[in-house]
């Protein structure tokens, strides 16, 4: 089993950069694909980005395509979201996901483990 905790969100202001992390433990996620996922206020829970564990493959949302960078360093363990140009609309909670396999998904139900979340708040 994978333990995923997610740090780095914050207050900022629109046009920000911000950069999350999401370290695990437990298990290397070298075996693990690597998903980010938010939630704003009274909305649910939408993908963001995604990568294999390879890192050979990604997948953005078209809202951060551009903007947002998703990575990884299997070595630390640990995957991060670069996010650029942060506009009132990224506000939400953010949510680092770990599904075991090679490829990577972009829907909630197929990851198996979860963060607690990290809050990102983009003020203009």
């Known amino acids: 089993q994978v333990q995923l905790v997610e740090s780095g969100g914050g207050l900022v202001q629109v046009g920000d950069s911000l950069r999350l992390f999401c370290a695990a433990s437990g298990r290397t996620i070298s075996n693990y694909g690597m998903g980010w996922f938010r939630q704003a206020p009274g909305k649910e829970r939408e993908f963001v980005a995604a990568r294999s564990r390879s890192g050979a493959i990604t997948a953005y949302a078209d809202s951060v395509k551009g903007r947002f960078t998703i990575s990884r360093d299997n070595a630390k363990n640990t995957v991060y979201l670069q996010m650029n140009t942060l506009k009132p609309e990224d506000t939400a909670v953010y949510y680092c996901?770990?599904?075991?396999?090679?490829?990577?998904?972009?829907?909630?139900?197929?990851?198996?483990?979860w963060g607690q979340g990290t809050q990102v708040t983009v003020s203009s």
């Open positions: 996901a770990a599904r075991e396999g090679s490829y990577y998904w972009i829907r909630e139900g197929e990851y198996d483990y």
